[in-house]
DNA sequence: CTGTTAGCGCTTTCAA
DNA sequence: TTGAAAGCGCTAACAG
């Protein structure tokens, strides 16, 4: 931990007037150059000497200033559900990050508790915010109220609104079953985590488990609760052998480790007693014992088009659909 | 993907003028209630008409023009290594998001890139900024230029700096050593990864390794690269088997899973024929076969900590060694 | 095509 | 103890 104290001359900040007087021109002008402002049109040599003194100057526009003028920020919030984070937390922030900059926005997540987060929309006036899950009515109202242009990704499909990642949810659940009915199981479970918080990702998944069964002239998938905490999987693994389950979709790739160590308990294994899927293909499924055959969202594609959306809606235009690529991809390895 | 548009009455927002005039008092009576303002002491019941106007018209402040006027934003900015950010990331940022917000700050996440990053300085004029890896020269220059507050936080203790954390990865490589020497292991072995962007970490985790053998008169640790992307680990495994390692200290936990995998393909299997030992405790460790033993940082105490730091020196207050409490701790599982 | 200018909402002297 | 007022740096009408 180190600290630097106040530098001795405080060189005042580099302004726009600075550069105005560097370049030779006015503050307007300045300003027109760097916003590529569409109602006026600059002769290019005032741009390159407008841009030129910038370089020189090393000017950065000052983001507040910016923000108190247009009222709204730069920012565009993401509002996580009080989930447990995990991997897909850290390669959201990579890449959003990354897509958001390359439009000048800046990627801000805030984590849902049960406060509502109202303050933090009138203190930031982000430019849009990104939700995983459905807003509730009183926090669309605030949003309305404190006027921030907004955009909702949601997974929730309930309202009528496009639905990019709740697709991609039900359509993961769909690739589970196809693949371990391609290999020939037919008698499917189900691995659901025991924390109640996941839950809205595990209806969609599960949900699209359910519909391809159907579709498929299959039995519903046999649900079972998998604790993520420690030791009892055993039971939910007993309880599909008990019903001549062969093949098991886990919500995600820790459910389907607590899975293969469950059998492992009852000296099982996969896919010989009990064949085994999971969902996200974190870094260490490549090493479950057996290897973890997983369904992979593709971040970079979905983040791209959250980042396009926002944009999008920020400028008014209509949304468009989800990338025709699937979302996600499949990862055989040996556990199914 | 939903988008709402523009609300019919855009209700005007909210300011200090509006909780003024609710209250009966001028704009800078509001301003010093709202902050505390220590040079001007306000009767009490002044302070409740304009904390109760404050509810009543639901008047959050504008951080733009806060920040306008005081030159610095709430934010707080921390730069991220270019690493791979893992299961660590999420509970960091989770944890220490929470401890700055009791503070009124916001954490803002910044990933290293080869480009610079002075523009993101100069545009958020962040609070303070917390580091992960040393800053060069330049940079130092820069954030003095751009009369940033500057608190870094290091894992790098190359130059003359108090280090929290620097010292946790030591000691967390010391813990290793200590449990496997406890165990009757005697000569040791280190999992690298083969990504060369953690090596900072590795550097200190590495470090404390080889401190604690050369401390109990033990022979160096015989260090081998583990591949995560996939298959040839067993290599490493060989390359200690040849060597007469019984315990290996693995870098992080990811690794530890590479070398419990690289084992399994070679028949053997811990901790009879190599004990191994992880850092992290990510939530799968507990299902791997066999559930790893590993070295658990203390995620809340280190964010505590880092929030305290910064609020020290953002008020200018000498900075506290780091707390007396373990940062971490040894989770035995059946893997060493 | 370029310049002048009026604020955006807040904090903070300075004066009352 | 409170109020009036001057900006912070920028953008966008409006003039020229």
């Known amino acids: 931990v180190a600290e630097h104290g106040e530098p001795e001359h405080r060189r005042a900040r580099v302004t726009s007037a600075d550069v105005a007087r560097e370049a030779g021109v006015s503050r307007a002008t300045v300003s027109y150059v760097l916003n590529d402002s569409p109602a006026h049109t600059i002769p290019e040599v005032t741009r390159r000497r407008v841009l030129d003194a910038v370089a020189r100057l090393g000017y950065a526009p000052s983001a507040a200033a910016r923000t108190l003028r247009r009222g709204r920020s730069d920012l565009v919030l993401f509002v996580t559900p009080d989930w447990p984070v995990g991997h897909t937390y850290g390669q959201i922030v990579e890449s959003l990050t990354a897509d958001l900059a390359v439009h000048g926005l800046t990627l801000v997540m805030h984590q849902r508790t049960p406060q509502p987060w109202s303050a933090l929309l009138r203190a930031l006036s982000p430019a849009a915010v ?22 909702t990704v949601t997974l929730d499909e309930t309202e009528r609104r496009a639905y990019a990642l709740t697709q991609s949810q039900r359509a ?8 371990l009915v391609a290999r020939g199981y037919r008698r499917l479970g189900y691995a659901w985590l025991t924390d109640p918080r996941v839950r809205t990702f595990d209806d969609l998944r599960l949900d699209g488990v359910r519909q391809e069964c159907a579709r498929l002239g299959l039995k519903p998938p046999v649900v079972q609760d998998v604790p993520i905490d420690g030791t009892p999987s055993a039971d939910a693994v007993r309880a599909w052998l008990a ?3 062969t093949g098991v979709c886990a919500i995600n790739d820790e459910a389907a480790f607590a899975v293969l160590h469950g059998m492992r308990t009852l000296g099982l ?6 064949a085994v899927i999971g969902v996200d293909d974190i870094p260490v499924a490549q090493f479950a014992s057996p290897p973890l055959t997983t369904v992979a969202p593709k971040m970079s594609i979905i983040t791209r088009f959250l980042a396009t959306s926002v944009l999008r809606a920020m400028r008014g235009e209509p949304l468009t659909r989800p990338p025709r690529a699937d979302l996600h991809e499949l990862v055989v390895r040996e556990s199914a």
Do not use: Y
């Open 130 to 151: 990104i939700g995983v899950q459905a807003f509730d009515a009183d926090e669309e109202t605030q949003m309305r109220a404190a006027q921030v242009p907004l955009v």
């Open 172 to 179: 993961v659940g769909r690739c589970q079953v196809e693949h």
């Open 243 to 245: 019903e001549e389950v």
């Open 269 to 274: 294994s996969a896919p010989e007693d009990l």
